[in-house]
């Protein structure tokens, strides 16, 4: 048994800093990179680009960052653990296969986890009664099936262990919990029981705090943010594990950013809800037991953490076609900006009455004035410029169409100094919405396979 | 003892997103001895007040006092979330920053202590 274990953030969502996962790998010693690609979006993108193409609905980013990755992680005994398989992992194993074809690597055991994908299984799970009914608003599932694009299970940590055991050098995963990718390997590297539930709860708050990438190293740090040194050459955080569940959150030198108890504090607090009851497949961590302490220059050591028996559910995440939505700008200047772009607003809404478009929604924003803040907000005497900023929400396609033919009319119909249209027409987009549910443990069955090429 | 009138920024940092329709906002102190100001002051009610033409639903507050900080979940608050919303800031990034705004009356000994 290992007695520590480094495991480095590559990737914080998809669209990340594409050179990060290199960095993790070249710019010092690591034993794991997790990634994790997904957010509840992304599952719906994906599964709309494998509806048009079967070998496609990963993360495409992926591939690429492991042409730049594989040279190295055989020779360095690196494992890389990512959830950037989203709808079609297998897929995914595929083309990274390809890569290690073309750079003339062999050997390269990559493992693939499935089974949290039940697009397919759904009718048969409803027909078997289960109801899957909406954690918020309590209505069954069928009220959406025919909406429905994707519909995905929250995987734990425990399939990646198996495919590790099975000698992966690489896991690929669809839906699985951003937490579970480094939780894994402590499990797998200290062979910690399934039911200790405070390692559990330990090794999903290291995965946490690197599950946003660089979010625990200095980004987007409301504490002081000049006073974290070149962000333009951020480094991502790392986790250096220990097998009694304690960690140091660290980065490695000659990177920017910071680790420190303020920024690690930060992330800790990012998105999350009761903090005694931090939920996931593998267990449930409490967050008020986490003890901070800083323990040299940016590395920040993580103890006491404590956890609970998981619950017997996965949660289930479904994404259905809701609507479509325009959003268009245009901006006003001096005199009387603000005043013209009220102006405009009323001009727009009166039109859209005229013309009988039915939305659920209008929404207006003052950029550069009020669009975050709202009535917090206080509006300046005299202002330069300000972007108005509409959109529209609606079932009918076609009258988010109309709308988006209205505004720039407004050019020369409307208050004068007003400019900002050079992007044309907004088109209507896709809404997708969200289906929070529960399914029974029991009733999912995730699948490993380990291929050499 | 004599009061001072400050933002929350001075005395604390914090970090925010969204949780469905819901945004999460995590307050932590710059230092411990400013943690008991927070739980005085950043009530359900104060923050439910700040957050007026904002926050169109419930406040709930939770203690982390072993990180000197506080979470409060904003519901109806995103304008139907993440993706639905028509917000520019649909996920709540910004509510962070906007509670700091919020103006306090803090002791001033402990601001110079």
Not at chain 1, 237 to 253: L, N, R, V, W
Not at chain 1, 326 to 331: H, K, P, Q, Y
Not at chain 1, 383 to 412: C, M, N, Q, T, Y
Not at chain 2, 61 to 81: D, H, K, Q, S, V
Request: aromatic share 8%; charged share 25%; hydrophobic share 40%.
């Amino acid at each position: 048994m290992k007695d520590r274990i480094r495991i480095a953030s590559g990737q914080g969502f998809w669209g990340d800093l594409f050179d990060a996962p290199y960095h993790q790998v070249t710019k010092g010693q690591v034993d794991y990179v997790m990634m994790d690609f997904l957010a509840e979006v992304t599952m719906s993108i994906m599964q709309k680009q494998k509806l048009r193409n079967p070998s496609m609905g990963y993360a495409r980013d992926l591939p690429e960052q492991m042409k730049q990755l594989l040279p190295h992680i055989k020779a360095k005994n690196i494992r890389i653990i990512t959830n950037g398989g989203g709808v079609n992992p297998v897929a995914c194993k595929d083309a990274i296969f390809q890569e290690a074809e073309k750079l003339g690597i062999r050997g390269l055991k990559i493992g693939v986890v499935t089974g949290d994908d039940i697009i397919d299984r759904l009718d048969d799970l409803i027909a078997q009664g289960v109801e899957l009914r909406n954690m918020e608003t309590d209505a069954p599932i069928t009220d959406i099936r025919d909406q429905i694009v994707s519909a995905n299970v929250y995987l734990g940590a425990m399939p990646i262990v198996k495919a590790l055991q099975n000698g992966a050098d690489i896991v690929i995963t669809g839906r699985t919990t951003d937490t579970g990718l480094t939780l894994a390997p402590m499990i797998h590297e200290f062979g910690w029981a399934e039911d200790d539930w405070d390692k559990m709860a330990a090794g999903t708050v290291a995965g946490h705090i690197l599950e946003c990438g660089a979010q625990s190293s200095g980004g987007n740090f409301l504490g002081d943010w000049r006073s974290v040194p070149d962000m333009a050459h951020i480094g991502f955080p790392i986790a250096e594990a220990y097998p009694d569940g304690s960690f140091c959150i660290t980065k490695h030198e000659d990177t920017g950013g910071l680790v420190s108890e303020a920024t690690v504090k930060e992330q800790l607090l990012y998105e999350i809800g009761d903090p005694r009851e931090y939920i996931t497949p593998d267990c449930i961590a409490d967050f008020t037991s986490i003890r901070v302490e800083q323990k040299g220059e940016n590395r920040v050591r993580v103890y006491g953490i404590t956890g609970r028996p998981a619950t017997p559910f996965f949660k289930v995440s479904a994404s259905y076609q809701y609507g479509y939505s325009a959003i268009g700008s245009l901006t006003y200047t001096w005199p009387d900006a603000y005043e013209k772009a009220q102006a405009a607003d009323q001009i727009l809404r009166q039109r859209l009455r005229d013309l009988e478009l039915e939305f659920e929604e209008i929404r207006t924003e003052y950029v550069g004035l009020n669009s975050c803040f709202g009535p917090l907000a206080p509006i300046p005497e005299e202002i330069s410029e300000v972007v108005l900023r509409i959109g529209v929400r609606g079932k009918i396609r076609k009258h988010v169409d109309i709308f988006g033919g209205e505004i720039a009319p407004l050019i020369l119909t409307g208050p004068p100094s007003v400019t900002g249209f050079a992007g044309g027409r907004p088109k209507p987009k896709d809404v997708i919405a969200y289906w929070p549910a529960l399914i029974e443990k029991s009733l999912i069955r995730p699948r490993v396979l380990v291929e050499e090429n | 003892m004599a009061k001072r009138r400050i933002r929350l920024i001075e005395i604390a940092h914090a970090r925010s997103g969204d949780k469905g329709d819901a945004g999460n906002v995590g307050v932590i102190a710059r230092d411990e001895r400013f943690y008991p100001v927070l739980i005085e002051q950043l009530t359900v009610d104060t923050v439910k007040k700040h957050f007026e033409g904002i926050c169109h639903g419930t406040v709930e507050r939770y203690e982390l006092p072993n990180l000197g900080a506080l979470n409060f979940i904003l519901n109806n608050t995103l304008g139907g979330g993440g993706t639905v919303s028509l917000k520019q800031d649909a996920q709540g990034k910004t509510l962070g920053a906007a509670m700091l705004r919020m103006e306090i009356e803090v002791d001033e000994s402990l601001l110079d202590g």
